[in-house]
């Protein structure tokens, strides 16, 4: 299968109500072969989303396209298209194999034919020679790899899944995230992910629509989503701690000039015109740092109440009644004494890379 014959996903206002609304009037246009996430905090109706596609909740109103086919009445086995649910959905005590065959066999996929696109299944997702282990006596991170196998042996040209990477431990997050990156290229399925997790949705996909209450804030490229964000809603939920609602906001050649709690700061300017509701002051944390002694401050000063090292960064408490929302920064670990408890400290920007640093080579032979 390539990616030009994958099946485009269309949504077209598309409203779930139980006994309120959960999903409100969601438009959303899925390119065939690419991968594409929802975005949002629990509750915001991301599985009900996933569950429509797939047809195991109709929609009270809209409909659902694939390619350009109304599925919208198709019961879950009459579309190409296959679910991996948060729960996995496994038969814990069935070997690898029966797992992964079990819909071939349901098919009717003469046995020879089945254990070789098993076979060859089992391989892509690294897990020959697990063939006759239980699923109960593997990790969660091959589970995961299980149900991966288990859908896309049937060759779907849609694969959904639901928060595919919670509840695994870090590294394996990451191992997974990248194998499903790879699954993806290869295959050129359409690949429509739900996370909570920006991180995820962000190096995962080709675009992301985050959702907040049923509704769809933004769709975009991660790149749109986090330099752009439409609002102050998706900036936060992409990665922006702290937002400063300034006074005053002075267009300038290059640097703009925001004007909070008296203090005129240079920012970059915004990406887009606001037309209503002015301009919110983000505050990256990565690109904030306590001032060296001496140096003009950005913000503050502020009182460091305590520190905490996290190895990416550190994160600095500090009291500030000026500014509330940066009581809790992240600083780069190169943070300077003066961020040590009960200092007084200005806040500064970031305005020159870090260099990388050097470390020993673990080759001996070297
Ligand atoms: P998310 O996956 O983003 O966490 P869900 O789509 O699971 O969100 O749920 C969205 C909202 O719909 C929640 O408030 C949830 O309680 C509600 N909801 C989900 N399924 C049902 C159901 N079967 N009956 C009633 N309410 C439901
Ligand atoms: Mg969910």
Redesign the pocket.
Known sequence: MSASTATSITLERVTKV??AP?VSDVSLEIAGGSFVTLL?P???????ILQMIGGFVPPTDGRILFGTDDVTELPPNKRPCNTIFQDLGLFPHMTVTDNVSYGLRIRGVDPGTSAKRVKAMLEIVALDGYERRRVHQLSGGQRQRVALARALVLEPSVLLLDEPLTGLDEQLRQQLRDEIGRLHRRLGATFLA?THNQEEALSLSDRAAVLRDGKIEQVGTPRELFETPANVFVARFVGVDAMIRPEKVEPGEGAWIATVAGRRVACDPPRRRATNGGYALALRPERIRPCKPGEEADFGPVTVTGTTYKGRDVEVRSSSSLFPPINRGRCRPSAPRSTWSGNRTGLSWWRTPVRPTLHLSNDRKG
Request: aromatic share 8%; glycine share 24%.
């Open positions: 139980y006994d959960v949002g629990s509750g915001s109706g991301k599985s009900t739900v």
